[in-house]
Protein backbone atom coordinates (compact mmCIF):
# COMPACT_ATOMS: atom_id res chain seq x y z
CA UNK A 1 0.00 0.00 0.00
CA UNK A 2 2.92 1.96 1.14
CA UNK A 3 4.60 1.20 -2.39
CA UNK A 4 1.57 2.20 -4.18
CA UNK A 5 0.81 5.40 -2.54
CA UNK A 6 4.66 6.66 -3.62
CA UNK A 7 3.83 5.48 -7.16
CA UNK A 8 0.60 7.86 -7.24
CA UNK A 9 2.90 10.72 -5.75
CA UNK A 10 5.39 10.25 -8.52
CA UNK A 11 3.50 9.63 -11.08
CA UNK A 12 1.55 13.47 -10.17
CA UNK A 13 5.01 15.12 -10.25
CA UNK A 14 6.22 13.40 -13.41
CA UNK A 15 2.88 14.46 -15.27
CA UNK A 16 3.09 17.87 -13.80
CA UNK A 17 6.83 18.59 -15.03
CA UNK A 18 5.46 16.58 -18.65
CA UNK A 19 2.22 18.86 -18.88
CA UNK A 20 5.31 22.03 -18.76
CA UNK A 21 7.38 21.02 -20.74
CA UNK A 22 6.57 22.88 -24.54
CA UNK A 23 8.26 20.56 -26.68
CA UNK A 24 6.00 17.59 -25.10
CA UNK A 25 3.08 18.51 -27.10
CA UNK A 26 0.80 17.04 -24.73
CA UNK A 27 0.96 14.19 -26.26
CA UNK A 28 -0.93 10.92 -24.77
CA UNK A 29 0.87 7.95 -25.76
CA UNK A 30 4.30 8.43 -23.43
CA UNK A 31 1.38 8.90 -20.23
CA UNK A 32 -0.01 5.11 -21.07
CA UNK A 33 2.89 3.33 -22.08
CA UNK A 34 4.54 4.91 -18.08
CA UNK A 35 1.73 3.69 -16.43
CA UNK A 36 1.25 0.38 -18.13
CA UNK A 37 5.05 -0.61 -17.77
CA UNK A 38 4.85 1.14 -14.14
CA UNK A 39 1.78 -0.97 -13.35
CA UNK A 40 3.68 -4.39 -14.68
CA UNK A 41 6.92 -3.57 -12.97
CA UNK A 42 4.82 -3.09 -9.66
CA UNK A 43 3.18 -6.84 -10.37
CA UNK A 44 6.40 -8.16 -11.19
CA UNK A 45 8.14 -6.53 -8.03
CA UNK A 46 11.35 -8.56 -7.62
CA UNK A 47 11.40 -10.58 -10.70
CA UNK A 48 13.40 -10.86 -14.16
CA UNK A 49 10.24 -9.61 -15.81
CA UNK A 50 10.53 -6.28 -14.08
CA UNK A 51 13.81 -5.87 -15.19
CA UNK A 52 13.21 -6.54 -18.34
CA UNK A 53 9.91 -4.10 -18.89
CA UNK A 54 12.79 -1.09 -16.93
CA UNK A 55 15.67 -2.03 -19.73
CA UNK A 56 12.90 -1.60 -22.35
CA UNK A 57 11.56 1.71 -21.34
CA UNK A 58 14.71 2.89 -20.70
CA UNK A 59 15.32 2.03 -24.50
CA UNK A 60 12.28 3.65 -25.48
CA UNK A 61 13.28 6.79 -23.87
CA UNK A 62 15.88 7.21 -26.95
CA UNK A 63 13.31 7.83 -29.66
CA UNK A 64 10.71 8.97 -27.66
CA UNK A 65 12.06 11.73 -25.59
CA UNK A 66 8.05 12.45 -23.88
CA UNK A 67 8.47 9.25 -21.94
CA UNK A 68 11.91 11.15 -20.10
CA UNK A 69 9.72 12.79 -17.94
CA UNK A 70 7.98 9.47 -16.34
CA UNK A 71 11.51 7.80 -15.55
CA UNK A 72 11.13 8.63 -11.86
CA UNK A 73 7.93 6.78 -11.65
CA UNK A 74 10.12 3.38 -13.73
CA UNK A 75 12.83 4.35 -11.98
CA UNK A 76 11.41 3.84 -8.41
CA UNK A 77 10.97 0.18 -8.72
CA UNK A 78 15.06 -0.58 -9.73
CA UNK A 79 16.55 1.66 -6.60
CA UNK A 80 17.72 -0.62 -4.03
CA UNK A 81 17.41 -3.60 -5.64
CA UNK A 82 20.08 -6.33 -6.90
CA UNK A 83 19.88 -4.76 -10.72
CA UNK A 84 20.21 -1.26 -9.38
CA UNK A 85 22.96 -0.34 -11.45
CA UNK A 86 20.47 -0.36 -14.68
CA UNK A 87 19.33 2.85 -12.98
CA UNK A 88 22.38 4.84 -14.68
CA UNK A 89 21.68 3.67 -17.62
CA UNK A 90 18.50 6.06 -17.62
CA UNK A 91 20.71 8.88 -17.21
CA UNK A 92 21.96 8.26 -20.90
CA UNK A 93 18.45 9.51 -22.42
CA UNK A 94 18.83 12.29 -20.43
CA UNK A 95 21.99 13.86 -21.36
CA UNK A 96 21.34 12.74 -24.68
CA UNK A 97 18.04 15.03 -24.42
CA UNK A 98 19.17 17.58 -22.23
CA UNK A 99 19.41 20.24 -24.65
CA UNK A 100 15.30 20.07 -24.60
CA UNK A 101 15.65 21.73 -21.82
CA UNK A 102 17.93 22.76 -19.14
CA UNK A 103 15.17 23.24 -16.61
CA UNK A 104 13.13 20.69 -17.48
CA UNK A 105 15.79 17.79 -17.46
CA UNK A 106 17.16 19.87 -13.77
CA UNK A 107 13.66 19.24 -12.72
CA UNK A 108 13.95 15.51 -14.41
CA UNK A 109 16.88 14.38 -11.93
CA UNK A 110 15.39 15.73 -9.02
CA UNK A 111 12.47 13.51 -9.07
CA UNK A 112 14.72 10.81 -9.73
CA UNK A 113 16.22 12.02 -6.62
CA UNK A 114 13.19 12.08 -5.02
CA UNK A 115 12.16 8.89 -6.30
CA UNK A 116 15.30 7.21 -4.95
CA UNK A 117 14.33 8.66 -1.08
CA UNK A 118 10.37 7.80 -1.33
CA UNK A 119 12.04 4.26 -2.22
CA UNK A 120 14.36 4.14 0.84
CA UNK A 121 12.02 5.58 3.14
CA UNK A 122 9.38 3.17 2.00
CA UNK A 123 11.75 0.02 1.84
CA UNK A 124 12.60 1.05 5.83
CA UNK A 125 9.14 1.07 6.83
CA UNK A 126 8.01 -2.10 5.43
CA UNK A 127 10.81 -3.40 7.43
CA UNK A 128 10.24 -2.41 10.51
CA UNK A 129 6.00 -3.54 9.42
CA UNK A 130 7.61 -7.03 9.07
CA UNK A 131 9.72 -6.96 11.87
CA UNK A 132 6.55 -5.63 14.08
CA UNK A 133 4.71 -8.48 13.01
CA UNK A 134 7.29 -11.02 13.36
CA UNK A 135 7.70 -9.49 17.07
CA UNK A 136 4.23 -9.89 17.60
CA UNK A 137 3.67 -13.23 16.02
CA UNK A 138 6.35 -14.31 18.09
CA UNK A 139 5.09 -12.90 21.55
CA UNK A 140 2.06 -14.51 20.21
CA UNK A 141 3.38 -17.99 19.78
CA UNK A 142 5.33 -17.49 22.93
CA UNK A 143 2.54 -16.82 25.43
CA UNK A 144 0.40 -19.68 23.83
CA UNK A 145 3.53 -22.24 24.06
CA UNK A 146 3.92 -21.07 28.35
CA UNK A 147 0.44 -20.88 29.09
CA UNK A 148 -0.07 -24.76 27.51
CA UNK A 149 3.38 -25.20 29.28
CA UNK A 150 1.77 -23.94 32.18
CA UNK A 151 -1.36 -25.91 31.76
CA UNK A 152 0.43 -28.69 31.36
CA UNK A 153 2.03 -28.78 34.83
CA UNK A 154 -1.20 -27.56 36.56
CA UNK A 155 -2.59 -30.82 35.62
CA UNK A 156 0.66 -32.39 36.25
CA UNK A 157 1.27 -31.09 39.71
CA UNK A 158 -2.98 -31.78 40.18
CA UNK A 159 -1.90 -35.45 39.26
CA UNK A 160 0.57 -35.45 41.61
CA UNK A 161 -1.07 -34.33 44.59
CA UNK A 162 -3.96 -36.53 43.86
CA UNK A 163 -1.28 -39.42 43.09
CA UNK A 164 0.31 -39.24 46.70
CA UNK A 165 -3.38 -38.15 48.49
CA UNK A 166 -4.25 -42.19 46.84
CA UNK A 167 -0.88 -43.35 48.04
CA UNK A 168 -0.84 -41.94 51.30
CA UNK A 169 -4.59 -43.57 52.20
CA UNK A 170 -2.96 -46.63 50.48
CA UNK A 171 -0.33 -46.43 53.50
CA UNK A 172 -2.94 -45.56 56.37
CA UNK A 173 -4.90 -49.03 55.30
CA UNK A 174 -2.35 -51.48 55.28
CA UNK A 175 -1.19 -49.43 58.58
CA UNK A 176 -4.19 -50.00 60.05
CA UNK A 177 -4.88 -53.34 58.85
CA UNK A 178 -1.10 -54.66 59.82
CA UNK A 179 -0.61 -53.01 63.28
CA UNK A 180 -4.60 -52.15 64.58
CA UNK A 181 -6.08 -55.10 63.13
CA UNK A 182 -3.90 -57.48 63.99
CA UNK A 183 -4.22 -56.43 67.62
CA UNK A 184 -7.85 -56.53 67.66
CA UNK A 185 -7.55 -60.16 66.21
CA UNK A 186 -4.99 -61.28 68.75
CA UNK A 187 -7.39 -59.49 71.72
CA UNK A 188 -10.75 -61.39 70.00
CA UNK A 189 -8.51 -64.77 70.36
CA UNK A 190 -7.45 -63.99 73.86
CA UNK A 191 -11.02 -63.03 74.65
CA UNK A 192 -12.28 -66.57 73.09
CA UNK A 193 -9.79 -68.19 75.67
CA UNK A 194 -10.36 -66.32 78.51
CA UNK A 195 -13.91 -67.28 77.44
CA UNK A 196 -13.60 -71.11 77.14
CA UNK A 197 -11.65 -71.62 80.95
CA UNK A 198 -13.98 -69.11 82.51
CA UNK A 199 -17.13 -71.09 84.54
CA UNK A 200 -18.79 -68.69 86.80
CA UNK A 201 -21.39 -66.87 84.96
CA UNK A 202 -20.74 -63.59 86.70
CA UNK A 203 -17.79 -62.84 85.35
CA UNK A 204 -18.82 -64.42 81.56
CA UNK A 205 -21.31 -61.65 80.86
CA UNK A 206 -18.77 -58.84 81.41
CA UNK A 207 -16.76 -60.62 79.72
CA UNK A 208 -19.10 -61.40 76.18
CA UNK A 209 -19.66 -57.64 76.11
CA UNK A 210 -16.29 -57.15 75.83
CA UNK A 211 -15.93 -59.52 73.24
CA UNK A 212 -19.02 -58.14 71.67
CA UNK A 213 -17.63 -54.46 71.95
CA UNK A 214 -14.27 -55.65 70.36
CA UNK A 215 -16.01 -57.58 67.57
CA UNK A 216 -17.77 -54.26 66.57
CA UNK A 217 -14.30 -52.19 66.43
CA UNK A 218 -12.89 -54.84 64.34
CA UNK A 219 -15.50 -54.85 62.15
CA UNK A 220 -15.42 -50.98 61.90
CA UNK A 221 -11.76 -51.19 61.17
CA UNK A 222 -12.37 -53.62 58.76
CA UNK A 223 -14.95 -51.21 56.45
CA UNK A 224 -12.57 -48.38 57.08
CA UNK A 225 -9.77 -50.38 55.47
CA UNK A 226 -11.95 -51.58 52.44
CA UNK A 227 -13.43 -48.03 51.91
CA UNK A 228 -9.29 -46.27 51.94
CA UNK A 229 -8.53 -49.06 49.86
CA UNK A 230 -11.25 -48.66 47.25
CA UNK A 231 -10.59 -44.62 47.41
CA UNK A 232 -6.93 -45.09 46.97
CA UNK A 233 -7.79 -46.95 43.58
CA UNK A 234 -6.18 -44.83 40.15
CA UNK A 235 -8.66 -45.63 37.88
CA UNK A 236 -6.57 -43.18 34.87
CA UNK A 237 -3.23 -44.98 36.39
CA UNK A 238 -4.84 -48.62 36.30
CA UNK A 239 -5.96 -48.24 32.73
CA UNK A 240 -2.41 -46.70 31.30
CA UNK A 241 -0.85 -49.25 33.28
CA UNK A 242 -3.07 -51.81 30.81
CA UNK A 243 -2.59 -49.81 27.80
CA UNK A 244 1.82 -49.77 28.54
CA UNK A 245 1.10 -53.49 28.81
CA UNK A 246 -0.48 -54.46 25.75
CA UNK A 247 1.73 -54.92 22.66
CA UNK A 248 -0.79 -56.66 20.53
CA UNK A 249 -0.46 -53.43 18.24
CA UNK A 250 -0.21 -49.93 18.14
CA UNK A 251 -2.80 -48.64 21.47
CA UNK A 252 -4.23 -45.05 21.91
CA UNK A 253 -5.59 -44.16 25.36
CA UNK A 254 -7.89 -41.09 25.99
CA UNK A 255 -8.57 -40.61 29.78
CA UNK A 256 -10.87 -37.58 30.13
CA UNK A 257 -12.39 -37.87 33.44
CA UNK A 258 -12.07 -35.27 36.05
CA UNK A 259 -14.52 -36.42 39.07
CA UNK A 260 -13.90 -39.51 41.43
CA UNK A 261 -16.06 -42.11 39.54
CA UNK A 262 -17.63 -44.93 42.62
CA UNK A 263 -14.97 -47.89 43.64
CA UNK A 264 -17.80 -50.72 42.20
CA UNK A 265 -17.78 -48.52 38.59
CA UNK A 266 -14.14 -48.01 39.17
CA UNK A 267 -13.79 -52.00 39.11
CA UNK A 268 -15.98 -53.09 36.29
CA UNK A 269 -14.63 -50.14 33.99
CA UNK A 270 -10.85 -51.93 34.66
CA UNK A 271 -12.30 -55.43 34.29
CA UNK A 272 -14.11 -54.34 30.91
CA UNK A 273 -10.89 -52.52 29.79
CA UNK A 274 -9.49 -55.77 30.11
CA UNK A 275 -12.10 -57.87 28.66
CA UNK A 276 -11.87 -55.66 25.19
CA UNK A 277 -7.96 -55.76 24.94
CA UNK A 278 -8.20 -59.36 25.35
CA UNK A 279 -10.70 -60.00 22.69
CA UNK A 280 -8.43 -57.86 20.37
CA UNK A 281 -5.87 -60.15 21.12
CA UNK A 282 -7.70 -63.14 20.61
CA UNK A 283 -10.71 -62.43 18.29
CA UNK A 284 -8.92 -59.57 15.94
CA UNK A 285 -5.30 -58.94 13.32
CA UNK A 286 -5.78 -54.93 13.88
CA UNK A 287 -2.86 -52.92 13.48
CA UNK A 288 -4.35 -50.22 15.71
CA UNK A 289 -6.76 -49.69 18.40
CA UNK A 290 -8.46 -47.27 20.88
CA UNK A 291 -9.53 -46.76 24.24
CA UNK A 292 -11.58 -43.58 25.40
CA UNK A 293 -12.74 -42.91 28.49
CA UNK A 294 -14.62 -39.71 28.45
CA UNK A 295 -16.89 -37.87 31.27
CA UNK A 296 -19.85 -35.99 30.23
CA UNK A 297 -22.76 -34.34 32.45
CA UNK A 298 -24.99 -36.72 33.20
CA UNK A 299 -22.46 -40.28 31.72
CA UNK A 300 -19.52 -41.50 31.77
CA UNK A 301 -18.85 -42.92 28.05
CA UNK A 302 -15.89 -45.53 27.12
CA UNK A 303 -14.96 -46.54 23.41
CA UNK A 304 -12.80 -49.55 22.58
CA UNK A 305 -12.50 -49.96 18.81
CA UNK A 306 -10.10 -51.50 16.57
CA UNK A 307 -9.66 -51.56 12.66
CA UNK A 308 -9.10 -55.37 12.67
CA UNK A 309 -11.35 -57.59 10.24
CA UNK A 310 -14.96 -58.53 11.65
CA UNK A 311 -15.64 -62.49 10.82
CA UNK A 312 -18.96 -62.32 13.28
CA UNK A 313 -20.42 -61.09 15.84
CA UNK A 314 -22.35 -63.35 18.76
CA UNK A 315 -23.18 -62.43 21.75
CA UNK A 316 -24.33 -65.91 22.23
CA UNK A 317 -21.52 -67.51 21.85
CA UNK A 318 -19.33 -64.59 23.07
CA UNK A 319 -18.22 -64.96 26.98
CA UNK A 320 -16.21 -62.03 27.21
CA UNK A 321 -18.89 -59.86 25.73
CA UNK A 322 -21.81 -61.36 27.60
CA UNK A 323 -19.44 -60.59 30.50
CA UNK A 324 -19.02 -57.16 29.82
CA UNK A 325 -22.41 -56.76 28.80
CA UNK A 326 -23.65 -57.81 32.20
CA UNK A 327 -21.12 -55.47 33.96
CA UNK A 328 -23.01 -52.70 31.67
CA UNK A 329 -26.39 -53.62 32.89
CA UNK A 330 -25.63 -53.35 36.44
CA UNK A 331 -25.10 -50.07 36.24
CA UNK A 332 -28.12 -49.36 34.08
CA UNK A 333 -26.01 -48.47 31.39
CA UNK A 334 -25.99 -49.17 28.07
CA UNK A 335 -23.51 -51.28 25.40
CA UNK A 336 -24.09 -50.76 21.62
CA UNK A 337 -21.48 -52.65 18.99
CA UNK A 338 -20.30 -51.74 15.54
CA UNK A 339 -18.67 -54.36 13.17
CA UNK A 340 -18.28 -51.56 10.02
CA UNK A 341 -14.35 -50.57 9.58
CA UNK A 342 -13.06 -52.71 12.28
CA UNK A 343 -15.22 -53.21 15.63
CA UNK A 344 -16.36 -51.17 18.05
CA UNK A 345 -17.70 -51.17 21.43
CA UNK A 346 -19.62 -48.26 22.67
CA UNK A 347 -21.01 -48.36 26.55
CA UNK A 348 -22.41 -45.12 28.00
CA UNK A 349 -23.45 -45.89 32.48
CA UNK A 350 -25.53 -42.90 33.45
CA UNK A 351 -24.07 -40.95 37.10
CA UNK A 352 -26.91 -41.47 38.85
CA UNK A 353 -26.42 -45.18 38.78
CA UNK A 354 -28.23 -47.30 41.70
CA UNK A 355 -25.62 -48.02 44.72
CA UNK A 356 -27.49 -50.95 45.90
CA UNK A 357 -26.50 -53.32 43.24
CA UNK A 358 -23.21 -55.02 42.70
CA UNK A 359 -21.60 -54.67 39.57
CA UNK A 360 -18.27 -56.06 39.81
Known sequence: MMNLTDKVILFASCLVVYLFDPASGMEIAPVLIAVIISSLMFYYD???????LASLFIAACLPLPGLLFFLPLVGYDLFFRPWQKIGFAALAPVFLHWERSDVMMVMLVLLLGFAAILKRRTDAQLKLVAKFYELRDSSREMALILKRQNKELMEKQDDRISLATLNERNR??????DNVGHLLSSALLQMGALLAVTKDEK??????TLKATLSEAMDSIRQSVHNLYDESVNLQAQL????DKFTFCTLEFDYEIQSNPDKRLKYALISIVKEGLSNI????????????LREHPAFYQLVIRDNGRVKEVNMESGIGLKNIESRV???HGIMRILSKDGFALFISIPKDFPS???AS
Open 356 to 358: GKS
Open 172 to 177: IAREIH
Open 240 to 243: QELA
Open 329 to 331: EAF
Open 203 to 208: ARQPLL
Open 46 to 52: GKRASLL
Open 281 to 292: VRHSDATWASVA
